[in-house]
């Protein structure tokens, strides 16, 4: 749907919801079985220990303020015995960042993290800059709990085919946009293409290029059951977002974090500075 969106199942006072604020509301945890504390920028050890948890479960624990992807191997949770991955506040009161952009920009069309196995859980992280949606469910039972999924190149979480009984807790979604498709297509949420019995509670959908929440089933005529507690929507499909225009408009700096962004200073080179200068205009594009 290429038009604001607006969901509001419960009424929540929206200036609480900041991405500054949103990624220090985070509580504390505890899971057993540690298989290994990722300590520092490192793939590889990441992709390693992946290994082990789809195999014998037990949890990943991120230590590290980010790790940057360049794809040495698909973030990939297959099992069917319990684990996933934990981040840990940073000194910063931040939580821990996988950043795709390196991946992205090489072409890499992949979601983030894709979860096929059931009973698996991703807790406390940030995804940002994956080619393809944040995060990708297609398995059953799993969990994603306190996790912010922006700037992705497709939809922020995505539940389809045939996904069954996963929980969304208290996870937030926005500015992710697909630029390939024109902005069509990238959901904050999306529990859609048989899926089917799955939960969301409170979760949040704003500045996404299509729907902040879409349940579409091209495959069949009956919708299948999803339960939505304390949740909302606000300004999706706004083409505005994401040539600059709408924080230009509300007197916001311009957020170089988008892509469609980074496209428009490429094609410019006096986009950003006029920006700056309160002369906001994209005319100028390259073809």
């Known amino acids: 749907m290429k038009y604001t969106s607006i969901l509001i199942l419960s009424i929540i006072s929206l200036n609480l919801f900041t991405s500054k604020t949103l990624e220090k509301k985070i509580l504390s945890f505890g899971e057993d079985y540690a298989i290994s504390t990722i300590t520092k920028d490192d793939e590889s050890a ?29 973030i990939q949770l297959s099992g069917s015995t319990a684990g996933g991955l934990v981040g840990m506040k940073q000194s910063n009161d931040q939580y821990p960042v996988f950043n795709f952009k390196k991946a992205r920009n090489d072409n890499v069309k ?45 939809s922020g979480i995505q539940i389809s085919h045939g996904a069954d009984s996963n929980s969304i807790n208290y996870s937030y979604c926005y500015r ?55 949740s909302a929507c606000w300004n999706n499909g706004n083409v ?30 006096d986009f950003e500075s006029n920006y700056k200068n309160k002369k906001f205009s994209y005319n100028n594009i390259k073809n």
């Open 46 to 74: 990441l992709c390693e220990a992946i290994k082990i948890l789809n195999k014998s479960g037990g949890t990943i624990y991120i230590n590290t303020p980010v790790i940057n992807f360049s794809w040495k191997c698909q």
């Open 110 to 154: 992949s979601p983030g993290i894709k979860i096929t196995g059931s009973n698996q859980f991703v807790k406390y992280l940030i995804i940002k800059f994956a080619g393809n949606k944040g995060i990708w469910i297609t398995g059953s039972k799993n969990t994603v709990d306190h996790v912010i999924s922006r700037y992705n190149d497709a």
């Open 240 to 269: 505005d977002v994401f040539t600059g225009k709408y924080d230009y408009d509300n007197g916001k700096n311009l957020d170089k974090n988008m892509w469609t962004i980074e496209q428009l200073i490429d094609s410019d080179k």
């Open 176 to 230: 992710n946009c697909d630029v390939g498709g024109h902005g069509g297509g990238a959901d904050g949420f999306s529990p859609k293409l048989t899926s089917k019995n799955n939960v969301f509670n409170f979760y949040y959908a704003w500045d996404n290029s299509d729907d902040g929440w879409d349940a579409f089933d091209k495959e069949g005529d009956i919708t299948n059951s999803i339960v939505i507690n304390h």
